[in-house]
T-cell receptor
Framework: GENVEQHPSTLSVQEGDSAVIKCTYS??????FPWYKQELGKGPQLIID?????GEKKDQRIAVTLNKTAKHFSLHITETQPEDSAVYFC???????????FGSGTRLSIRP | DTAVSQTPKYLVTQMGNDKSIKCEQN?????MYWYKQDSKKFLKIMFS???????INETVPNRFSPKSPDKAHLNLHINSLELGDSAVYFC????????????FGEGSRLTVL
């Protein structure tokens, strides 16, 4: 069925350290994997995405990796800063249903 | 110049009442959505419209009725509100059905007492 699992549900890291959030998906036909950041009182906003034809993508301090064989993908944030504190959602595009399925979210807190 | 705007931002009402949430996007997108986010932050799609036509209708109670008067607007009307309807409702849009980036509004927090 359509399912995206996300771990951990909460994550606290020291400012300057790295944070990693992991997701798995169930449909081997999925080919698009976005990551959204939701700040307090706001709607989710796309921060980075990856398509199935690449294994890694970077944008400054943010990187995503994709392992299609294992159906895993991860978000890596390096040199974390206070403004990185938010809820992060992974998602996968299920072409069979023409919709994006979201993971359950990770609340990331950056300790000063 | 807000891209996706929804009103009201907060809504507090009694069980059994009927309420509406409005959404407008000025991005020129063809596809609009309603998502529900519960207290545990789960984001679940409810409806999707493409050029005013319903394309996704998840297993949502009939009490929820979306209406799209034109492709820039997607409203959500809820009849006979129940306690379990309390949530944050997000409107979103995308360039088209095959366009994958979603642009979300800021949410409408509905509290049913």
């Amino acid at each position: 069925g359509e399912n995206v699992e996300q771990h951990p549900s909460t994550l606290s890291v020291q400012e300057g350290d790295s944070a990693v959030i992991k997701c798995t998906y169930s449909d081997s036909a999925s080919n698009y994997f976005p990551w959204y950041k939701q700040e307090l009182g706001k709607g989710p906003q796309l921060i980075i995405d990856i398509r199935s034809n690449v294994g890694e993508k970077k944008d400054q301090r943010i990187a995503v990796t994709l392992n299609k064989t294992a159906k895993h993908f991860s978000l890596h944030i390096t040199e974390t800063q206070p403004e990185d504190s938010a809820v992060y959602f992974c998602a996968a595009w299920y072409s069979s249903a023409s919709k994006i399925i979201f993971g359950s979210g990770t609340r990331l807190s950056i300790r000063p | 110049d807000t891209a996706v705007s929804q009103t009201p931002k907060y809504l507090v009402t009694q069980m059994g009442n009927d309420k509406s949430i409005k959404c407008e996007q000025n991005l020129g997108h063809d596809t609009m959505y309603w998502y529900k986010q519960d207290s545990k932050k789960f984001l679940k799609i409810m409806f999707s419209y493409n050029n005013k036509e319903l394309i996704i209708n998840e297993t949502v109670p009939n009490r929820f009725s979306p209406k799209s008067p034109d492709k820039a607007h997607l409203n959500l009307h809820i009849n006979s509100l129940e306690l379990g309807d309390s949530a944050v409702y997000f409107c979103a849009s995308s360039r088209g059905q095959g366009a994958l980036e979603l642009f979300f509004g800021e949410g409408s927090r509905l509290t049913v007492l």
